[in-house]
Protein backbone atom coordinates (compact mmCIF):
# COMPACT_ATOMS: atom_id res chain seq x y z
CA UNK A 1 0.00 0.00 0.00
CA UNK A 2 1.27 3.16 -0.79
CA UNK A 3 2.18 5.79 1.91
CA UNK A 4 3.08 9.50 2.23
CA UNK A 5 3.47 10.97 5.26
CA UNK A 6 4.29 14.48 5.94
CA UNK A 7 5.83 16.29 8.49
CA UNK A 8 7.76 19.45 9.81
CA UNK A 9 4.37 21.71 9.30
CA UNK A 10 3.94 24.36 12.22
CA UNK A 11 4.02 28.37 12.96
CA UNK A 12 6.34 30.46 11.53
CA UNK A 13 6.98 34.23 11.69
CA UNK A 14 7.14 36.02 8.01
CA UNK A 15 10.49 36.07 7.02
CA UNK A 16 10.97 32.47 8.55
CA UNK A 17 11.91 29.28 7.43
CA UNK A 18 10.76 25.43 7.11
CA UNK A 19 11.83 22.33 6.11
CA UNK A 20 8.87 19.84 5.33
CA UNK A 21 9.51 15.96 4.63
CA UNK A 22 7.75 13.56 3.04
CA UNK A 23 8.39 9.62 4.07
CA UNK A 24 7.39 7.31 1.58
CA UNK A 25 6.49 3.39 1.26
CA UNK A 26 4.99 0.97 -0.34
CA UNK A 27 6.13 1.91 -3.50
CA UNK A 28 9.47 2.17 -5.95
CA UNK A 29 10.30 5.57 -4.78
CA UNK A 30 12.96 6.01 -6.85
CA UNK A 31 11.18 5.78 -10.20
CA UNK A 32 8.57 8.44 -9.53
CA UNK A 33 8.22 11.87 -10.17
CA UNK A 34 6.99 13.19 -6.79
CA UNK A 35 4.87 16.71 -6.53
CA UNK A 36 4.38 19.34 -3.57
CA UNK A 37 0.83 20.77 -3.75
CA UNK A 38 -0.61 22.90 -1.17
CA UNK A 39 -4.29 24.48 -0.13
CA UNK A 40 -5.16 27.41 2.01
CA UNK A 41 -7.84 27.22 4.76
CA UNK A 42 -11.05 27.06 2.73
CA UNK A 43 -9.14 27.53 -0.35
CA UNK A 44 -8.18 25.56 -3.75
CA UNK A 45 -5.63 23.57 -4.42
CA UNK A 46 -2.06 24.87 -5.75
CA UNK A 47 0.14 22.82 -7.30
CA UNK A 48 3.86 24.11 -5.70
CA UNK A 49 7.15 22.14 -7.43
CA UNK A 50 7.89 18.95 -8.95
CA UNK A 51 11.11 16.70 -8.74
CA UNK A 52 12.05 14.06 -11.20
CA UNK A 53 13.36 10.85 -10.24
CA UNK A 54 16.86 11.53 -9.73
CA UNK A 55 16.54 15.28 -8.88
CA UNK A 56 17.92 16.73 -11.98
CA UNK A 57 14.77 18.38 -13.10
CA UNK A 58 12.65 20.78 -10.79
CA UNK A 59 10.09 22.90 -11.38
CA UNK A 60 7.75 25.85 -9.32
CA UNK A 61 4.79 28.04 -9.38
CA UNK A 62 5.96 31.29 -10.05
CA UNK A 63 4.96 32.46 -6.75
CA UNK A 64 7.63 30.18 -5.12
CA UNK A 65 10.39 30.53 -7.11
CA UNK A 66 13.21 31.74 -5.26
CA UNK A 67 11.98 31.05 -2.13
CA UNK A 68 11.15 27.06 -2.14
CA UNK A 69 13.42 24.27 -3.09
CA UNK A 70 12.64 20.59 -3.64
CA UNK A 71 14.73 17.90 -3.06
CA UNK A 72 14.63 14.39 -2.44
CA UNK A 73 16.85 11.65 -1.01
CA UNK A 74 15.82 8.38 -2.75
CA UNK A 75 18.18 6.06 -0.53
CA UNK A 76 16.39 7.57 2.48
CA UNK A 77 12.65 7.11 0.31
CA UNK A 78 12.16 10.50 1.57
CA UNK A 79 10.97 14.08 -0.42
CA UNK A 80 11.40 17.77 1.30
CA UNK A 81 10.48 21.18 0.56
CA UNK A 82 12.86 24.01 2.01
CA UNK A 83 10.73 27.15 2.45
CA UNK A 84 12.53 30.29 3.17
CA UNK A 85 11.27 34.08 3.09
CA UNK A 86 7.82 32.73 4.20
CA UNK A 87 4.93 35.04 3.51
CA UNK A 88 1.11 34.99 4.82
CA UNK A 89 0.29 34.27 1.85
CA UNK A 90 2.04 30.66 2.08
CA UNK A 91 -0.24 29.48 4.86
CA UNK A 92 -1.40 26.39 3.72
CA UNK A 93 -1.69 22.51 4.12
CA UNK A 94 0.84 21.18 1.89
CA UNK A 95 0.27 17.95 0.66
CA UNK A 96 3.28 15.62 -0.85
CA UNK A 97 2.28 13.81 -3.93
CA UNK A 98 3.02 11.27 -6.53
CA UNK A 99 2.82 12.39 -9.80
CA UNK A 100 2.15 10.09 -13.34
CA UNK A 101 0.78 10.83 -16.64
CA UNK A 102 0.95 14.40 -15.25
CA UNK A 103 -1.44 13.55 -12.20
CA UNK A 104 -1.35 13.40 -8.82
CA UNK A 105 -2.73 9.87 -7.97
CA UNK A 106 -1.09 8.85 -4.41
CA UNK A 107 -1.57 12.04 -1.47
CA UNK A 108 -0.21 12.11 1.71
CA UNK A 109 -2.86 13.92 4.63
CA UNK A 110 -0.80 17.12 4.55
CA UNK A 111 0.84 18.72 6.72
CA UNK A 112 -0.36 22.60 7.83
CA UNK A 113 2.01 25.60 7.74
CA UNK A 114 0.63 29.04 9.52
CA UNK A 115 2.69 32.34 8.70
CA UNK A 116 2.16 34.80 11.16
CA UNK A 117 3.44 37.56 13.52
CA UNK B 1 -0.73 31.65 -14.30
CA UNK B 2 -4.60 31.64 -13.75
CA UNK B 3 -6.66 28.79 -12.11
CA UNK B 4 -9.13 27.27 -14.91
CA UNK B 5 -12.30 28.45 -14.58
CA UNK B 6 -15.23 26.20 -13.09
CA UNK B 7 -18.38 26.35 -11.73
CA UNK B 8 -19.00 27.12 -7.94
CA UNK B 9 -21.80 24.55 -7.34
CA UNK B 10 -23.51 21.33 -9.01
CA UNK B 11 -26.20 19.73 -7.52
CA UNK B 12 -28.65 16.50 -8.33
CA UNK B 13 -30.84 14.35 -6.84
CA UNK B 14 -29.70 10.36 -6.19
CA UNK B 15 -29.31 8.98 -9.25
CA UNK B 16 -29.35 12.08 -11.26
CA UNK B 17 -25.95 12.71 -13.54
CA UNK B 18 -24.02 16.10 -13.01
CA UNK B 19 -21.54 17.53 -15.24
CA UNK B 20 -18.56 20.04 -14.35
CA UNK B 21 -17.20 22.32 -16.63
CA UNK B 22 -13.42 23.22 -16.71
CA UNK B 23 -12.63 25.96 -18.78
CA UNK B 24 -8.90 27.30 -19.83
CA UNK B 25 -7.34 28.28 -22.97
CA UNK B 26 -5.23 26.64 -25.95
CA UNK B 27 -2.23 26.64 -23.49
CA UNK B 28 -3.72 24.51 -20.95
CA UNK B 29 -6.69 22.16 -21.19
CA UNK B 30 -7.15 22.95 -24.66
CA UNK B 31 -3.01 22.19 -25.71
CA UNK B 32 -2.64 18.75 -23.82
CA UNK B 33 -4.47 15.64 -23.07
CA UNK B 34 -3.02 15.93 -19.32
CA UNK B 35 -6.41 17.04 -18.06
CA UNK B 36 -7.13 15.01 -13.94
CA UNK B 37 -10.02 15.61 -11.81
CA UNK B 38 -10.30 15.00 -7.99
CA UNK B 39 -12.41 14.42 -5.49
CA UNK B 40 -11.98 16.01 -1.67
CA UNK B 41 -14.36 15.30 0.94
CA UNK B 42 -14.14 18.10 4.08
CA UNK B 43 -11.45 17.56 6.08
CA UNK B 44 -9.51 14.80 3.77
CA UNK B 45 -6.86 14.53 0.67
CA UNK B 46 -7.96 15.01 -2.49
CA UNK B 47 -8.28 11.57 -4.26
CA UNK B 48 -7.76 11.42 -7.90
CA UNK B 49 -10.68 10.41 -10.35
CA UNK B 50 -9.58 11.03 -13.71
CA UNK B 51 -6.51 11.23 -15.80
CA UNK B 52 -5.21 11.84 -19.19
CA UNK B 53 -8.95 13.52 -19.70
CA UNK B 54 -10.80 10.16 -19.75
CA UNK B 55 -8.87 7.75 -17.59
CA UNK B 56 -10.10 5.69 -14.44
CA UNK B 57 -7.58 5.02 -12.13
CA UNK B 58 -8.18 1.40 -10.64
CA UNK B 59 -11.12 1.24 -7.97
CA UNK B 60 -12.73 4.52 -9.34
CA UNK B 61 -16.37 3.40 -10.05
CA UNK B 62 -17.34 3.99 -13.97
CA UNK B 63 -20.10 6.61 -12.89
CA UNK B 64 -17.15 8.87 -12.77
CA UNK B 65 -16.09 10.12 -16.40
CA UNK B 66 -14.21 12.42 -18.23
CA UNK B 67 -14.03 14.56 -21.76
CA UNK B 68 -12.67 17.35 -22.94
CA UNK B 69 -13.95 19.37 -26.47
CA UNK B 70 -11.81 22.28 -27.46
CA UNK B 71 -10.34 24.59 -24.34
CA UNK B 72 -13.39 23.01 -22.02
CA UNK B 73 -13.01 19.41 -20.14
CA UNK B 74 -15.63 17.70 -18.21
CA UNK B 75 -16.36 15.74 -15.42
CA UNK B 76 -19.92 13.91 -15.16
CA UNK B 77 -20.77 11.73 -12.40
CA UNK B 78 -23.76 9.25 -13.72
CA UNK B 79 -25.91 7.63 -10.90
CA UNK B 80 -25.48 10.14 -7.91
CA UNK B 81 -25.24 9.10 -4.99
CA UNK B 82 -25.23 10.60 -1.31
CA UNK B 83 -20.89 9.92 -1.04
CA UNK B 84 -20.04 11.49 -4.00
CA UNK B 85 -20.95 14.55 -2.14
CA UNK B 86 -17.86 16.62 -2.07
CA UNK B 87 -15.00 19.64 -3.56
CA UNK B 88 -13.74 18.78 -7.15
CA UNK B 89 -11.05 19.91 -9.11
CA UNK B 90 -9.70 19.58 -12.45
CA UNK B 91 -5.85 19.87 -13.22
CA UNK B 92 -3.98 20.69 -16.57
CA UNK B 93 -0.49 20.89 -17.92
CA UNK B 94 0.07 24.45 -19.01
CA UNK B 95 2.99 24.12 -20.81
CA UNK B 96 6.92 25.16 -20.07
CA UNK B 97 6.59 22.51 -17.01
CA UNK B 98 4.00 24.80 -15.41
CA UNK B 99 0.41 23.06 -14.03
CA UNK B 100 -2.80 24.56 -12.78
CA UNK B 101 -5.74 23.84 -10.83
CA UNK B 102 -9.60 24.75 -11.42
CA UNK B 103 -11.20 26.77 -8.77
CA UNK B 104 -13.19 24.13 -7.65
CA UNK B 105 -16.61 22.91 -7.92
CA UNK B 106 -18.80 22.21 -4.52
CA UNK B 107 -21.07 19.32 -5.28
CA UNK B 108 -24.18 18.35 -3.66
CA UNK B 109 -26.92 15.98 -3.63
CA UNK B 110 -30.33 16.55 -3.01
Known amino acids: EVQLVESGGGSVQPGGSLRLSCAAS????????MSWVRQAPGKGLEWVAN????????YYVDSVKGRFTISRDNAKNSLYLQMNSLRAEDTAVYYC??????????WGKGTLVTVSS | QSALTQPPSASGSPGQSVTISCTGT?????????VSWYQQHPGKAPKLMIY???KRPSGVPDRFSGSKSGNTASLTVSGLQTEDEADYYC??????????FGTGTKVTVL
Open chain 2, 26 to 34: SSDVGGYNY
Open chain 1, 26 to 33: GFSFSTYW
Open chain 2, 91 to 100: YSYAGSNNFV
Open chain 1, 51 to 58: IKQDGSEK
Open chain 2, 52 to 54: EVT
Open chain 1, 97 to 106: TTNVYGSHDH
